[in-house]
């Protein structure tokens, strides 16, 4: 545990960007809000978005926090995704988010996302030591806009 400790200890600080190749597009914003159960037709039509005053559909809020859509790399055979290089490494179990939203993600956005490494720290509980590891992401679109920050806490056992 010692050895994983000093590694996250050492990444603390380091961002890590992704910039998406390309725009997001109708079709995964409307599968996500339908994966949530989620018929708002904000996310589906785009003349009842622009008579509510946006210039097309939006994602749903949490979208662009949870389906990594910036991201252009290819995915191996367990499904993982490659060419995250350090970031993959250093990235735990979810244990957690606070997200904050700015501005409304659309299907023309071309996402930038920033992951910081906050912190590591390690906690004694009943089951033994665990890593708690915070990453502060921020999202922005191809006019650099902050659309969207999340403070992701991982963990790591050991």
């Given at each position: 545990?010692?050895?994983?400790?000093?590694?996250?200890?050492?990444?603390?600080?380091?961002?890590?960007?992704?910039?998406?190749?390309?725009?997001?597009?109708?079709?995964?914003?409307?599968?996500?809000?339908?994966?949530?159960?989620?018929?708002?037709?904000?996310?589906?039509?785009?003349?009842?978005?622009?008579?509510?005053?946006?210039?097309?559909?939006?994602?749903?809020?949490?979208?662009?926090?949870?389906?990594?859509?910036?991201?252009?790399?290819?995915?191996?055979?367990?499904?993982?995704?490659?060419?995250?290089?350090?970031?993959?490494?250093?990235?735990g179990l979810r244990a957690g988010n606070d997200?904050?939203?700015?501005?409304?993600?659309?299907?023309?956005?071309?996402?930038?996302?920033?992951?910081?490494?906050?912190?590591?720290?390690?906690?004694?509980?009943?089951?033994?030591?665990?890593?708690?590891?915070?990453?502060?992401?921020?999202?922005?679109?191809?006019?650099?806009?902050?659309?969207?920050?999340?403070?992701?806490?991982?963990?790591?056992?050991?």
């Open positions: 545990m010692s050895d994983l400790l000093s590694r996250l200890q050492a990444s603390v600080g380091k961002e890590f960007v992704f910039k998406a190749t390309y725009p997001i597009g109708h079709a995964p914003l409307r599968q996500y809000a339908l994966s949530l159960e989620d018929f708002n037709l904000l996310y589906s039509d785009p003349a009842f978005a622009k008579a509510h005053g946006l210039r097309d559909v939006m994602a749903p809020p949490t979208f662009i926090c949870d389906s990594w859509q910036y991201f252009g790399g290819d995915i191996d055979e367990r499904g993982e995704l490659l060419g995250r290089n350090e970031l993959r490494d250093l990235v997200y904050e939203f700015f501005k409304p993600v659309h299907p023309d956005d071309i996402i930038t996302a920033k992951w910081k490494v906050m912190d590591a720290v390690v906690k004694e509980g009943r089951s033994g030591k665990t890593i708690f590891q915070n990453f502060e992401v921020t999202f922005y679109n191809q006019r650099n806009e902050l659309l969207a920050k999340s403070v992701e806490l991982m963990f790591h056992r050991g």
